[in-house]
DNA sequence: AGGTTACCCTGACTGC
DNA sequence: TGCAGTCAGGGTAACC
């Protein structure tokens, strides 16, 4: 059975004028959401808020509606990362945390006032006449304020686990948060209080380069499969970042090159298809582990 | 305490 | 062709 072609998640930046530039389709896990945070701070680093519009009062749950008196007025001062979140500093010491979801987009508009969609719940303009939406269709995304020094104890931030790409993330940092942990390997590898900003497409993507079967139980992941797990971890996120995130479509304009999406994933939503691994002539299979779906080959991973 | 499931939401897809 | 039902996703609360 061939498997369904998943909805596709975007998370996107855009950047326009008049027009939009593009319309990058992106699936928000660590490597997107690291791509967002860094063209929004490009573009909007130091520049000052002077008009927020709520449009609707909850996503995932309620939006604070102090974003408006806190943050109206206020300059931006940097922009951080922290597993799936984006952190945006202002000038009066008051953090912007927000989490994308599955459908979040952060857009981007210079100029007059772009059109306002009605998945469009916050709409920002600055005194640049940068236009800022945050739009999600699923709202499943979350936003949320907290003072900037004491960001990290918030209670979204404060029990995430390491920073994958962090140069302290070793093998034994693996083990360490794997130990004792009777479930697969698989579903550790996503719960966010074990590793930061891992998502069900690079947990595949790593297991497979990693060559372990997902239901491996976690605790008795041994020591030299720790290390090479880690290895392939900062290899395919660090490729995912260079590539721009899975861009796999340009809604405005006709691209007949690949995006990244399709021809750096081996096993995600390939079931029924042939492994990619060198030398290898598995067949891609599909299993569902705690309510997501999860690709691997039987052949090369155990 | 730690593992597991249900829930939130909606566009895209499947099957009739 | 159109409609109804199903599925995907992340994070948390509630359950076991």
Redo the contacts with the bound molecule.
């Keep these: 059975m061939?498997?369904?072609?998943?909805?596709?998640?975007s998370a996107d930046l855009i950047v326009g004028g008049e027009c939009c530039l593009g319309l990058l389709i992106i699936?928000?896990?660590l490597p997107e959401v690291e791509n967002v945070m860094r063209g929004l701070a490009q573009r909007l680093t130091g520049q000052r808020l002077v008009g927020i519009e709520l449009r609707r009062s909850a996503l995932?749950w309620p939006i604070p509606k102090e974003i408006v008196e806190q943050l109206t007025g206020k300059r931006i001062t940097g922009f951080r990362r922290r597993?799936?979140?984006i952190i945006i500093n202002f000038s009066n010491n008051i953090s912007w945390i927000i989490?994308l979801?599955?459908?979040g987009r952060m857009l981007v508009f210079n100029g007059s006032k772009p059109l306002i969609d009605i998945?469009d719940h916050v709409v920002c303009y600055t005194d640049s006449s940068l236009w800022i939406k945050f739009n999600d269709?699923?709202?499943?995304g979350?936003m949320d304020l907290s003072p900037t020094n004491e960001i990290y104890q918030h209670?979204?931030l404060k029990?995430i686990g390491p920073e994958p790409l962090d140069k302290g993330f070793s093998s034994r940092t693996l083990e360490s948060v794997l130990s004792?942990?009777?479930?697969?390997i698989k579903?550790a590898l996503?719960n966010?209080k074990l590793v930061a900003g891992i998502?069900?497409?690079y947990a595949c993507e790593a297991l497979h380069r990693s060559g372990i079967l997902p239901s491996h139980f976690a605790m008795n992941i041994t020591k030299k499969r720790a290390k090479k797990l880690v290895f392939e971890i900062k290899s395919v996120l660090t490729e995912a970042i260079a590539a721009g995130g899975t861009s796999i479509r340009d809604h405005r304009q006709v691209n007949n090159e690949p995006g990244f999406f399709q021809n750096a994933l081996r096993v995600y939503?390939r079931e029924g298809e042939r492994c990619l691994s060198d030398g290898c002539y598995g067949t891609v299979k599909r299993v569902?582990q705690?309510?997501?779906?999860t690709f691997y080959c039987p052949q090369c991973q155990s």
Excluded: C, D
């Design positions: 061939k498997s369904r072609v998943p909805t596709i998640r699936m928000p896990e995932r597993a799936k979140y989490h979801g599955i459908s998945h269709y699923r709202r499943f979350m209670k979204l029990n004792g942990k009777h479930v697969p579903a996503l966010q998502g069900n497409i939503n569902v705690y309510g997501r779906s």
